[in-house]
């Protein structure tokens, strides 16, 4: 991803890791995206790659992509932004970097065998070797357990850095944010008998792992980038980033509860998960809005120069903030009701909030890091807006904003036809599935995925040439 460079323009090796980490995580998106395209394709005829590649696999390898590139871009942004907190190098690089390896060899055993292997027999073998049946965390037991101990040895890698080095209040919070991160995920590694218990701690991982602990690591990251960027104050973006702790116990356990609604847990669940599941997203809006506004007074006293060290890095952290509002905030606020709830549970409107939260929340934080790292490995002052950087946020957030009203159509034609028409039949499902609101919007929803894609081949040319040309046009400043 950023082409040639020398090892003298990293200045640590951990941020050559990050590098590292960055470039497998591009790799799952597109192939992300590329499930995305053949699901979306089979959605609409059914009969495409029947037998040979299968709907419900390519579902599981377009979410699984999800969650791992995430995860892989995740851990290259902490090695990116450790040594610049810390003031010292990654205390176990060599650890990191022998980790890193593991961790890319599990992963591409787990996708062939999702790939070639697909399904097995209900029996212990299948658990261990092939997959654990559980919705978005189908890895195989082993590789559940090699998981463990990747993250495990990455903690290691920030304690001890943390510890030996200068232990700021992003570093702090995002010490103890990856104990509940690392600690959340083993929810997800046991069964029950009991189909609502076991439910039950399926959704600490869903919800509480990745809406609550990946919203505290999204602002950390976005605290960091922001004093990089814009030179924002670091007692501003540290005390949002305690607000934003503050609000995962007030509100990312309690908004947990909106997914309770209907495994058989009490009915008080309702209302409590509903409307704290909507507050997560609001002191990350915050830290953005106050750092802009303190930036603007800045520039205004400076006669108009602002002071922007990564654009492109900037343009996709304000999409996260917002995008982050809409996705998880609002989307989820007006579909979590549980008397609106009750009739879109299970619908194309479940896939509509799910796109924008994901791609809102996340995804454009962590592309954004991957122009922090370019910055870094190019090892230029600035890095400005290309036409390619400005083709690929239009089509990526465009597209993805596309899909999101294509699937809510969709999911509104459900709710009218198989929910209140036909009562949430069978012979309503299949009719619903058939409607012309519903085909039309899934159509739609095909073909915003093919905007994305092209967006995704912009990036990937623009990550491949932003960090050299920015180089080349300092270079000839100098000169």
Do not use: C
Not at 163 to 177: E, L
Not at 313 to 338: D, E, K, S, Y
């Amino acid at each position: 991803m950023v082409g040639s460079i020398k090892k003298n323009e990293f200045k640590y090796e951990s941020e050559k890791l990050a590098m590292m980490y960055y470039r497998v995580a591009i790799i799952l998106l597109g192939a992300q995206l590329l499930m995305g395209m053949i699901i979306a394709i089979q959605f609409l005829y059914p009969a495409f790659l029947f037998e040979i590649f299968d709907f419900s696999v390519a579902r599981m390898v377009h979410i699984n992509a999800l969650v791992v590139w995430m995860l892989f871009a995740m851990i290259g942004s902490v090695y990116l932004l450790l040594p610049s907190e810390t003031g010292i190098e990654t205390v176990a690089v060599g650890v990191g970097k022998l980790l890193f390896w593991v961790f890319t060899a599990a992963i591409t055993v787990v996708v062939l065998v999702y790939i070639f292997v697909q399904v097995g027999a209900g029996t212990e073998a299948s658990i261990w070797l092939i997959h654990e049946g559980r919705e978005y965390i189908e890895a195989p037991r082993w590789a559940d357990i090699g998981i463990v101990v990747v993250v495990l040895g990455f903690i290691y890698n920030v304690y001890a850095t943390a510890i030996k080095g200068r232990r700021t209040g992003i570093i702090t919070v995002m010490m103890a944010n990856l104990l509940a991160l690392a600690g959340l995920y083993l929810a997800g590694m046991f069964f029950t008998t009991n189909i609502t218990v076991d439910q039950f701690w399926w959704w600490w991982v869903i919800h509480l792992w990745v809406e609550a602990t990946w919203e505290v690591y999204v602002a950390t990251v976005a605290a960091w980038s922001l004093i990089q960027i814009l030179g924002a104050k670091r007692q501003i973006v540290e005390m949002w980033l305690w607000i934003e702790v503050a609000m995962l116990f007030g509100s990312g356990i309690l908004g947990m509860g909106h997914h309770y609604f209907w495994i058989g847990t009490p009915e008080y669940w309702w209302e409590i998960g509903a409307l704290f599941s909507a507050l997560e997203p609001v002191p990350l809006v915050a830290m953005l809005v106050h750092v802009i506004y303190d930036w603007g007074k800045e520039a205004g006293r400076q006669g108009g120069k602002a002071h922007m060290t990564n654009t492109p890095a900037f343009v996709w952290i304000v999409a996260n903030a917002f995008g982050n509002f809409l996705g998880a905030g609002v989307w989820g606020f007006f579909h979590t009701l549980p008397q609106v709830n009750i009739y879109t549970h299970g619908t194309q409107f479940t896939s509509s909030h799910g796109h924008l939260a994901f791609w809102g929340a996340y995804a454009t934080i962590l592309i954004g890091m991957f122009y922090m790292g370019l910055q870094r490995a190019y090892g230029v002052k600035t890095m400005k807006a290309t036409f390619n950087f400005k083709m690929a946020v239009w089509l990526l957030n465009g597209g993805m904003l596309g899909m999101t009203v294509a699937l809510l159509i969709s999911g509104y034609g459900q709710v009218l036809v198989e929910r209140a028409q036909f009562g949430a039949t069978w012979e309503g499902f299949f009719i619903s599935q058939n409607a012309i609101w519903f085909v039309q919007g899934m159509g739609w929803r095909l073909a915003m995925g093919a905007v994305m894609l092209v967006g995704f081949i912009f990036l990937i040319i623009d990550l491949l040439t932003i960090g050299k040309n920015a180089k080349l046009s300092e270079t000839v400043a100098k000169a």
